[in-house]
């Protein structure tokens, strides 16, 4: 028997004295030892056995309206007329929340506006107790309910932090890999439950993380950022990386939850004198500043008339003189950071502008 020889047994000795025969078996041991050192490095965590393969490039970026209707806030009592009325005059682009517990009162303003589902956006989010892979879809099927809606345009991983589930008010931090919750948000687009899946407040690693690893694409990311915390590089970051920014509080810190001492984003001489000159509102400035860099905002009022000021943002046009004015005032401060609240240490926006780590 020659090195190339192989037993009679498997087959006749001629079929393995050709060259062809030993050229499909150098290609197919070839073809196993790659895959074999795939696997060795391929990382600790490997996605669940689902059957899903990567779909990565697939997914679709669709129009997101670029002014929303934040409801962070909104009272119970005054949900549902404040959203109504916002879609009858013209939203397109509702941001809730499962934690901010008017998800019922949201979805009701959402149905008295007879809107046909193909027009309007919707957003909502998981909350950090419900990590666990097997506790996501639970989650989302409640928000659904609430909104009283048969799918969402946007499910977005709330933070990149996970709480033991069933603690309550009490915060407890727990220890799920954001990959193990992202495979299972991977579920929810393929069952046709939420269009597309996004994150929110994540520092540059954890997306990073994400891109590598996802089977379906993020393609939403969701953070705080206005005049005060411009954050452009991380922006620009997020645009080249295929994912579109939204930012939230785009106010500033106009939020009484915040408890700022700073002088009021809307209150500052400088915004406030553009304004003046333009004969706009300074909420309507900033909105249509950072909608003229390519951000979507979603600012929250329960006063009827602030949410017809703020929705006319859309239609005011900038110089680049004024842009550029914004731009170099950028103050790097930060008003929503719950790292003490939570006890997150230093993971939470390491590297981003507005935290001393
Ligand atoms: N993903 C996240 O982790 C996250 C975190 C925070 C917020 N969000 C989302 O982002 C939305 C907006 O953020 P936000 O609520 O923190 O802050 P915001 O929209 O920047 O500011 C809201 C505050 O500004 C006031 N306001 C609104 N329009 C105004 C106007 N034209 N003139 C003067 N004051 C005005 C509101 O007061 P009145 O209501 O009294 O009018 C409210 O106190 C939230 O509602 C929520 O949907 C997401």
Redesign the pocket.
Known sequence: MDKFSAPTWLAPRSVWNSNSTRWTCFIALSIISLALIWNISSPALSPPDDGASADYDKTVLTYIPPLGL?????PKDKAPGIVQRALENGYRHI???LV?GNEKEVGQGISAAKLPRSSFWVTS?LWNDAHKPAAVRPALETTLHDLGLEYLDLY?M??PVSFKPGTGSKIVLDNVPILETWWEMESLVRDGLVRQIGV??FNQAQVEQLLRHARIRPTVH???T?PFLQQQEFVDWNLEQGLRVIA?????N???IYQSSATPL?DDPFLSEMANKKGI?V??LVLAWNMHRGVIV??????GE?VL??FQAQSIVLTEEEVQAISSNDRKTRF?NPTDMWGTGTTLYAGLDGVDW
Do not use: C, V
């Not at 934040?70 to 909104?74: A, F, P, R, S």
């Not at 939230?248 to 500033?252: A, H, T």
């Not at 979603?298 to 006063?303: L, R, V």
């Open positions: 934040g409801t962070w806030q909104l941001d809730a929340a901010y989010k977005l709330h933070w929110s407040n969701e953070f705080e206005h939230y509080s785009p106010l500033g106009m939020n009484p809307l509102t909420a309507q979603i600012p929250k009022s329960d006063h602030r000021e703020n929503s």
